[in-house]
Structures are given as structure tokens and as C-alpha cells.
């Protein structure tokens, strides 16, 4: 006997993909019903990190350039590499092509959290939930992680294809063919475009668990008829274990396709990670961070009312109790790990005999294991053993790990609350459980809000003042006759006044930006001592800076600085919520300049002809045969010609690109062309190619038998 309500779990009619349509756009629009009135997000990485890409990716885009290099953020670094920015994932290709930059963020915000809704809400029906249950586990699942990392834009962009993949793997359990093969490819590796590998790597591990530990189908047409226990006759078990095994090894097989139709991302990220801070030798980098303390697991029952609240917040109580991991730090967003009450105490019916034996058919038992796996690894107890295995070492944050968990969560919950209502009609159902969940969203968002939540959404971003702001327009008619790099306490949001500046803030980044020599003051260290001093200005001449921005006056300004102009700024002092205090400009008298010669008196003319992200040409007039010095970063891919033929640069990396030529006039172009990204478009373009063909040459053949 089927049970009541779930027989028909793993179809759905149009009319449940509509109301599941219907109520995951009218959540995001609810939740985030802030941007529909030209709000937007502060706090967090937003403006350090995210929109400072964006920028650039919108304006390669408008010039009909793949944005494959950002020369805005310090020295520069290579911008399709560093993946954020997800050049190549699909709603980044539409939505900063078409609207500004403020206006796609946050649309893709809304875009994926609807997505995320009607995705896990599909999975959850492929999980024996009937539709009611299914529609309160998908919002539990998507308010109650989510929210609380809307600063992390990786976490919806990447999250959205975490439960799709698991449906797609679902399908694939179901009947295992060609065509479901590769629709579970091309999910995983659409998760891959993304960028921040993090998510897709644990949904690629979720996937295999998920693969290996369902109940296989011929299990569960047993267990079905009604004539079986739980536990299946002796003779079934060695069968069932190779189906696990065989269903993991094709889940497997799809993965493997998709890193090889990702691969035009993860080949040039691979190339800057074996040159980054992640190499292996760098202390900065510490897989433990971003863990989840083991006290902290009590927020599932003492949220917003206790760990959550400023006081407890502020002193970091948690951090201070038994079990800890001390080789790595954290903080609430990494850690944060709610699903509400009701959800929680709906999971506890499984204690029911009967609600067990109605969802005897389900996957109940394997999303409990894979539940606490998630929370165990989450502790970071784990991470000194497995940062050895293959992608483990390559990300911090084990905190993220309970996205497992709390879909897990979800799941229970639903299957649990089925249980209890299985003798209900169709309409108490549907009442009791928009009840529950009218009460759990506030109660999830509640847990996301300050002081967890590192970022809110306010009436008048700063990115609409951009445009009134008098530091972009001084800096931008100072670039036009030279190029300018500011000196900037904030990291990277100098960029977004179309400069580049220092100093950096990357996740992942090359090995040069995290080495002492290029570690920078941007303020005086007292209020009486010189700014910047002796050893400052030989290390800020070497970084070609050009301008100094202070959010106070510098009392003692030294004598190679001028103040340019002082006064509020319609963009910087809401992005630092500063009111309407001055920020002050420094121009630097006699700096060296972006580009120099050796010796250094050899360069006696200087044109630049075209500064786009990775092309930079300028024509030189030297008097003696010199080493001419462009002081931005040399890296894997940089190609040099003078004069219009191609030359050998003078070194590989640094962070200055060098050639050497003779006395006289020449024209140097510096254009980025790296065989990383040549490699990788080659291997995504075949492999989409066979893809394709083995899945039509199947398909005919299935129609002429």
C-alpha cells in the first residue's frame, strides 16, 4: 500500500509547479521587498568585493570584450580566474548586459531565490512529500540558510543548483539514461560558472552520499507491496549494495562531465590557484576558518532570543566554550545554523512508531545521516585530516557544510508533519500547514537579522549617489591625463570610482598581493607623525600610487602630498554610514608614475594610447636602450610587442611587467591572452559537443526501435 497523499510524489501536474511558481516569486518579493523600491543591500562583501567586479564585468561587456582581467583592484588580477565574478554563468551574461549594475544585482538576487524556492520545493516532492509539506520544506530550507548570507552573493547565486542537482540525481536513480545523465551534468556544471567552487563542491559530495545511501528501486517496490518489513530478505542485500555503488559511480560519471564542460572556468582558476595564497605555503590561508562551534548547535532551539541577541553577539560567548576547534576562527554568518521551531519540533513525530511506518518508503534515514555529517564536518573537528583529500584543502568555511543539514532538516520536518496529518482531509492539511509556516517565516528571518546578519538592505544605496559623488568625478578627470591608483582605507572600493586602487581584498588572489612587502598604511599611525613616511613613500612609489583618500585630515602631511579637495561624498560616506562627515584627497606632487624606465632618467616621453582591462598600450621615447617598467602585475598570459612585434617580456611574474628595448621612439601593447582560458573554452566547446551527440545518437536509436 502506498501512502496516503505521496503516491504520485514524483510527478507533478502544472498546476503544483504554478502555485510552487507563485509562492517562491511572491516570497522573494516579500523578503526582499526592499530592492522593488530602489533599495539595496550594504554591509559585508557587497561593495568591497562584489560590486567592484560587476563594474568591470558590465563594461567588457559593453565594449563587446570577455572580461578576463580586472586592472582596477590593486595591481590587478586575473577576473575570469578568480571566479567570482562568474564571467560565463548564465543571468550574469543577460543581466549586466541589459540593466545597470545596481539594478542586475539585486534582480539576480530576487531571480535565485524564486529559482532556489521552486527547486527545492520540486526535490522535496521527489522525496515522498506531499505538495503541502513540500512547499513549508522548500521555504525552511531557503529562509533559514540563506537570508543570513545575502552579503555572500556566491551562497543564493551557487545555493539555487544544490537542490536542483539532487532532483536531477533523484531522476537519474529513478532511470538511469543518458539524457538524465547529462541533465545532471549540466546542472553541476552551470553550478560550476557560477563560481566559488564551494557549494558546487559540496553538492557534488551531497549528490555521491545521496546516490549511495537511497534505498535502491527495487528496495523500495518491495517495501511498497506492503509484505516487507523495513529490512530487505538476505538474498537482496549484495545486489543492493552494488546498485549503491553503480548509482554512486554514475552520479560520478556526471560530475566528471561537468568539470570537463565548466573547465572554460576551472582551468584558468586552477592556473591562478597554483600561484595564489592557496599554493600550500601561505599561513594566510587556514581551511579551518568560517567553522561552526560546537555550543553554537543550541541556536537550533536558542536563536534570535539568546546567542543572537546584541549582548551575547558582542562578547562572542560561544567562541568561549569546551570543544572548540582553536586552529581556525569564525563568525556568526559561517556559522549560522536555524530552521525554526515548529520544523524542529516536527522533526521529533519520527520518534512516532506510526509516523515511522507511514514513511517507511522515504529517504528519511538517509537525510539523517547525511544531516549529522554535515554538522560534524561544520565543528571543523574533521577538516586536519581531510584538507589532505582531493577539494577538501582548496576551501575554507566548514560552517557552509550545514546547508546539507538544514535541507536535511527540512526534509524530516516535512516528512514528519505528512505523518502527523495523514488521517486529515485535503483541506486541513493545506490550512494547518500555511498556519505553520505563516508563523515559521518570521521566525527564520528573525534568526538572519543584525547582529548575525552582516549586511541590510537600506532606502538609498550608496551606489545611487555614484553619480553625485565628487571624489569619482575629481578622480576621473585626474585618470584622464594620467592613470591614478589611490591609496584608500576601504579595500577595493576606490575601484568603483573607475580607478584602480590599493590596498587588495581577495579571496583568492595572487601569492604577490599576501607577502609584507606590499602590506601598506593608509592612515597616519598617531595624530602627530608623518603620513605617509620615508618607508611608506618608497613602497607606495613602487606601487605607482598617485592619490591618497583619508576619511580625517592628516596633520602632518609630508612633503611629497598636496590636498586636492575635502567635503562629504555622496557615495563613500554612505558606503562607510559616515553622514555628513569630510573625506579628504591627497594628490601626490612628484610620483614616478605608472610607468618608468631603467635607468631611470632614460624615459623623456610618455603617451598612453588605450588602458582597457587587459589590453594597455603607450607609446615611450627613450634615450639610451633601457628596461621600460609598466607597474602593474605580471602574470601567466600577459603578451608583449614593440612596435607591433612580439617581444619576450623581461621576467614572468612581479609586480611590474618589464621589456627591454632600444634608444628611440617606440609603441609598447601589453594584451592579456592567457592559454589557461584558451584551453579551457577548447575543452568546454568539445565536450558540450559530445555531450550533445551522445544524447541525440541515443535517442534516435530509441526511436527507430
Not at 112 to 133: D, G, I, K, N, T
Not at 149 to 173: C, H
Not at 284 to 301: A, C, E, I, K, R
Not at 486 to 491: A, K, M, R
Request: proline share 6%; hydrophobic share 45%.
Amino acid at each position: 500500500m502506498s501512502r496516503p497523499g505521496t503516491a504520485n510524489c514524483r510527478e507533478t501536474s502544472w498546476r503544483e509547479w504554478l502555485v510552487a511558481l507563485v509562492i517562491g516569486c511572491g516570497l522573494s518579493l516579500y523578503v526582499w521587498r526592499g530592492f522593488l523600491a530602489g533599495g539595496g543591500l550594504v554591509g559585508g562583501d557587497t561593495y568591497p568585493y562584489f560590486f567592484p567586479q560587476k563594474q568591470v564585468l558590465a563594461e567588457a561587456f559593453a565594449r563587446g570584450e570577455i572580461p578576463l582581467w580586472h586592472n582596477r583592484t590593486s595591481l590587478g588580477y586575473p577576473l575570469l580566474a578568480e571566479s567570482q565574478a562568474g564571467v560565463f554563468y548564465p543571468s550574469n551574461q543577460i543581466l549586466y548586459r541589459l540593466l545597470d549594475i545596481h539594478a542586475a544585482y539585486h534582480a539576480s538576487i530576487l531571480l535565485h531565490y524564486a529559482a532556489a524556492f521552486v527547486f527545492a520545493w520540486r526535490f522535496c516532492r521527489s522525496q515522498q512529500l506531499s505538495a503541502s509539506s513540500a512547499l513549508l520544506a522548500a521555504m525552511v530550507f531557503v529562509y533559514g540558510w540563506f537570508p543570513v548570507r545575502v552579503s555572500l552573493e556566491w551562497s543564493i547565486i551557487g545555493g539555487v543548483w544544490f537542490p536542483l542537482s539532487l532532483w536531477m540525481t533523484e531522476r537519474f536513480l529513478q532511470k538511469s539514461n543518458r539524457q538524465r545523465l547529462a541533465c545532471l551534468s549540466l546542472s553541476l556544471a552551470t553550478h560550476l560558472l557560477a563560481g566559488h567552487f564551494t557549494l558546487a563542491f559540496i553538492t557534488q559530495l551531497t549528490c555521491l552520499g545521496f546516490a549511495f545511501l537511497s534505498r535502491p528501486r527495487h528496495s523500495v517496490a518491495y517495501v511498497a507491496t506492503g509484505l516487507a518489513t523495513e529490512s530487505p530478505p538476505a538474498e537482496f542485500v549484495p545486489t543492493m549494495i552494488l546498485n549503491r555503488w553503480r548509482a554512486a559511480a554514475g552520479v560520478a560519471a556526471a560530475i566528471a562531465m561537468a568539470v570537463a564542460l565548466s573547465a572554460i572556468q576551472l582551468v584558468p582558476t586552477y592556473e591562478l590557484r597554483q600561484l595564489s595564497q592557496r599554493d600550500g605555503t601561505h599561513a594566510v590561508f587556514n581551511p579551518s576558518d568560517g567553522h561552526m562551534p560546537p555550543m553554537y548547535l543550541t541556536q537550533l532551539v536558542a536563536s534570535w532570543w539568546y546567542w543572537h541577541t546584541p549582548e551575547m553577539a558582542a562578547s562572542r560567548e560561544s567562541l568561549k566554550h569546551p570543544f572548540l576547534l582553536s586552529a581556525g576562527d569564525t563568525n556568526p554568518v559561517e556559522a549560522h545554523l536555524y530552521v525554526g521551531l515548529i520544523p524542529l519540533l516536527l522533526m521529533t513525530s519520527l520518534l512516532s512508531s506510526p509516523v515511522r511506518r507511514f514513511v517507511r518508503t522515504s529517504n528519511w534515514k538517509t537525510w539523517g545521516i547525511l544531516a549529522v555529517a554535515g554538522i560534524l564536518y561544520a565543528f571543523g573537528w574533521f577538516v586536519p585530516l581531510f584538507k589532505h583529500l582531493p577539494g577538501f584543502g582548496f576551501f575554507i568555511g566548514p560552517g557552509r557544510y550545514t546547508i546539507i543539514t538544514t535541507l536535511g532538516f527540512a526534509i524530516i520536518a516535512g516528512l514528519g508533519l505528512d505523518g502527523l496529518l495523514r488521517r486529515r482531509s485535503s483541506a486541513t492539511k493545506i490550512i494547518l500547514t500555511t498556519v505553520i509556516g505563516l508563523i515559521t517565516l518570521p521566525d527564520l528571518l528573525k534568526s538572519a537579522e543584525y547582529p548575525v546578519c552582516d549586511a541590510q538592505v537600506v532606502k538609498y544605496p550608496p551606489l545611487r549617489g555614484l553619480n553625485e559623488s565628487w571624489l569619482a568625478k575629481t578622480l576621473q578627470e585626474e585618470d584622464a591625463r594620467s592613470p591614478v591608483r589611490l591609496l584608500s582605507g576601504g579595500p577595493n572600493i576606490g575601484n568603483l570610482f573607475g580607478v584602480s586602487s590599493v590596498p587588495q581584498y581577495l579571496g583568492l588572489g595572487p601569492a604577490e598581493y599576501f607577502s609584507k612587502e606590499l602590506a601598506v598604511d593608509t592612515q597616519p599611525k598617531s595624530a602627530d607623525s608623518v603620513f605617509p613616511t620615508l618607508a611608506q613613500w618608497q613602497r607606495l612609489e613602487s606601487l605607482a600610487v598617485t592619490h591618497v583618500l583619508t576619511t580625517e585630515s592628516v596633520q602632518n602631511l609630508s612633503e611629497e602630498c598636496e590636498l586636492l579637495g575635502s567635503g562629504p561624498d555622496a557615495f563613500l560616506n554612505r558606503v562607510w554610514g559616515r553622514g555628513t562627515a569630510d573625506c579628504f584627497l591627497y594628490r601626490v606632487k612628484t610620483v614616478r608614475g605608472r610607468v618608468s624606465t631603467e635607468p631611470l632618467n632614460a624615459l623623456t616621453q610618455l603617451r598612453f594610447l588605450r588602458r582597457s582591462s587587459g589590453d594597455v598600450q603607450f607609446e615611450v621615447e627613450v634615450r639610451v636602450a633601457a628596461e621600460v617598467h609598466l607597474s602593474e602585475l605580471m602574470f601567466p598570459g600577459w603578451e608583449v610587442t614593440v612596435d607591433g612585434d612580439p617581444f619576450d617580456a623581461s621576467q614572468s611574474s612581479g609586480i611590474s611587467r618589464r621589456v627591454n628595448v632600444s634608444a628611440g621612439p617606440h609603441v609598447i601593447r601589453w594584451r592579456y591572452r592567457p592559454q589557461s582560458f584558451q584551453w579551457g573554452t577548447l575543452v568546454s566547446l568539445l565536450s558540450f559537443a559530445v555531450v550533445a551527440i551522445w544524447c541525440v545518437r541515443r535517442s534516435d536509436r530509441n526511436s527507430r526501435c
